[in-house]
């Protein structure tokens, strides 16, 4: 049968998780669509020109149209919500900037969203200061959540001064005091929200957001007190949203769905009670299907971005039907949805464990007698007898390593037999894939024989997420997909850390645990695609092993097809990071050089050497903190 990007596409499942903005071309190239048009950016092609502006392995291409495209659908999803089901009211959505923080990537969302009034959410003084310098829409919200103190009010008073919708929303009930005093001592009336804590749980990995051990959010009781507290500050008329968040990457629908109608129903009462609330805040939570699957498994989801605004948009009004009320301005706080499909990781392979040496295997004719027998088992084996051959290869390999520990076996004899058990268990597996019944050991070897590529990255950098919660994400080669992928592998990244490797892999039914790339031909590059790192993965990176920032670039399709590659930056070099973590380039230089000149008065180098030594100490200083393969 042959191998296509028909079958690559299947293989990787592109087309499932790549919601139209990623595919593969005839020359088997992966390929990025950013506006999920008919024109394509080759990803391979792109190489040599990523090359000339001495952009280095590992790196990050940033399509900005993406997330253009994500604005317009989720802005859009809500838009027809609201057509369809004849709510009489409007969205405004907020970014929420703890989810990528990245000056372009906030200024792209924010050009992007400025026609449809989208804001942005601030859980911190520093992200409410890069909010209020955005060029927003004059109705556009800023959310201010998180703990605060005065300085915070401070600047969000400030924020309304500029004639900005800044909403402070409160998370704990002392915080009424707080904002009434900085307030009152600004002469400023501050808009409200308070962030309450529902019953309704999410689902997925971010569960822990939500229910009654949430660590933000007031309690009914909370809530109340909050709403007299007001009341007694005269505080009660900048009321204006009520805000909940459950988590992220929430997988079940109806997980939304029973949030909503709970905090629809809350936000009914409090305007029954007399609070002018304007705004319902949903949160965040809309998922990303990372595996394509479409089921509530906790890399997917089994919704769409229609589904969420129709249900979220049906919900709130047949709750504000039913008590009576006027239907609030609907917000919600999406990041993870916004961001992900924006950035790629590209990454070089390295080399591979579990390598043969492309020698031919010749058993030397003192070989040890065992070995001899290894090799007739290997020359023996057939679809008729691989599982009694594999079986006694096994005994034999026993055999073999314990005459090692003994002392009667050469290196060169344990070589051979440890290249020929690789060869043999090959050979099983192959004859074993038609068994009708796998015998348990042969899963066992499957998993022996799985190769780990060297891939040039750092996991706990680029995908911490991959670390820190087995989050799945797609991997799929640049190139080759019109060769049939033969070698099941896993990715090692180039830290020395034993978890710095992605040995989980997306599929539609399952979580795979080696992926199947191509086999490496000595001297030709081989690259690897890390794709929807756009949301957290960007910022939470941590420098393990002092593996640095990579280098990025922006990368735009043009109307006529062309492909324009903007912004490149450059990642961090060895000084970069050493600096970070108070190491100091120069002294370290310095102290080279007096060890160096130590040992030219001691005779042992020449002038020439100690020069050699110190520069090339520095040029290390001044290099990619990644490898160059
Ligand atoms: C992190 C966070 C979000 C973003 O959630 P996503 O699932 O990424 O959309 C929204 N609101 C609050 C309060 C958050 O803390």
């Known amino acids: 049968m042959s191998f296509g990007p028909r079958e690559a596409n299947k293989y990787y499942g ?183 804590r529902l019953v309704a749980r999410s689902s997925g990995k971010w569960e822990r957001s939500s229910g009654a051990q949430a660590k933000f959010g007031l309690t009914t009781q909370e809530l109340i007190d909050v709403m007299e507290g007001l009341k007694r500050g005269n505080l009660l008329d900048g009321f204006c949203m009520l805000h909940f968040h459950i988590g992220s990457q929430i997988t079940e629908i109806r997980r939304i769905k029973a949030a909503v109608r709970e905090g629809a129903r809350v936000y009914a009462k409090l305007r029954a009670e007399g ?53 609030p301005t609907l917000v919600s706080e999406s990041g993870r949805a916004l961001t992900a499909y924006h950035a790629v990781l590209i990454s070089e392979i390295g080399g591979q464990n579990l390598q043969e040496n492309g020698e031919e295997l010749i058993v030397p004719a003192d070989a040890h007698e065992s070995v001899r027998e290894l090799y007739e088992i290997w020359e023996g084996m057939t679809r008729k007898n691989h599982r009694e051959f594999f079986h006694d290869a096994e005994a034999r390999r026993d055999e073999l390593l314990s005459h090692f520990d003994l002392g009667y076996l050469s290196l060169r004899d344990r070589a051979i037999c440890e290249r020929l058990m690789m060869m043999i268990g090959r050979q099983a597996l192959h004859y074993a894939q038609d068994d009708r019944f796998r015998l348990e050991e042969f899963e066992a070897l499957e998993k022996r024989m799985i190769t780990k590529y060297i891939a040039n990255f750092s996991v706990f950098q680029s995908l911490p997420d991959s670390w820190a919660l087995d989050q799945l994400f797609p991997v799929v080669p640049i190139h080759r997909m019109n060769e049939e992928p033969t070698v099941p592998a896993t990715l090692c990244d180039v830290t020395c850390d034993s978890f710095g490797e992605i040995d989980r892999f ?108 110190v520069q090339e100490y520095r040029d290390a200083l001044a290099g990619y903190t990644y490898l160059r393969f």
């Open 14 to 196: 592109i087309d499932a998780w790549g919601h139209g903005y990623f595919g593969v071309n005839a020359r088997g190239h992966l390929t990025v669509h950013p506006t999920r048009g008919t024109q394509r950016v080759d990803l391979f092609n792109l190489i040599p020109r990523l090359k000339r502006r001495k952009m280095r392995f590992p790196l990050l291409l940033r399509f900005p149209q993406i997330l253009h495209s994500r604005v317009e659908e989720l802005f859009g999803a809500f838009d027809s919500a609201i057509r369809e089901f004849e709510y009489p009211g409007r969205y405004r959505g907020v970014f929420p900037i703890k989810v990528n923080q990245h000056a372009s990537v906030v200024s792209q969302l924010v050009r992007a969203g400025k026609r449809f009034g989208m804001g942005l959410e601030a859980g911190s003084k520093a992200e409410l200061a890069v909010a209020l310098q955005h060029d927003l829409h004059d109705d556009a919200l800023i959310v201010c959540n998180g703990y605060k103190d005065a300085e915070y009010v401070k600047l969000a008073l400030r924020g309304l001064e500029m004639g900005r919708n800044v909403v402070l929303i409160i998370e704990k009930p002392h915080e009424v005091d707080l904002i009434r005093k900085v307030a009152k001592r600004a002469g400023v009336k501050p808009l409200l929200g308070a962030r309450m």
């Open 275 to 327: 609070c002018p609330l304007e705004y319902l805040d949903v949160g965040g939570g809309l998922g990303v299907d990372y595996d394509g699957s479409n089921t509530s498994y906790e890399a997917s989801m089994n919704y769409t971005i229609s589904e969420y605004a129709n249900d979220v948009v049906y919900i709130v009004q047949e709750i504000c039907d039913a008590e009576n009320v006027p239907v």
């Open 506 to 613: 997306v599929d539609l039914r399952d979580v795979k645990e080696s992926l199947k790339l191509h086999p490496l031909q000595n001297g030709e590059p081989y690259y690897v695609a890390v794709l929807l790192l756009g949301a957290y993965q960007d910022v939470l990176g941590d420098y393990h092993n002092l593996f640095g920032r990579v280098d990025e670039a922006q990368v735009f399709l043009n109307r006529n097809g062309g492909v324009r590659v903007s912004q490149v930056r450059l990642g961090d070099e060895a000084h970069d990071v050493l600096r970070l973590f108070d190491h100091d380039p120069e002294t370290m230089i310095e102290r080279i050089q007096s060890q160096a000149d130590q040992r030219v008065d001691d005779g042992e180098i020449t002038k020439a050497a100690a020069k050699r030594i």
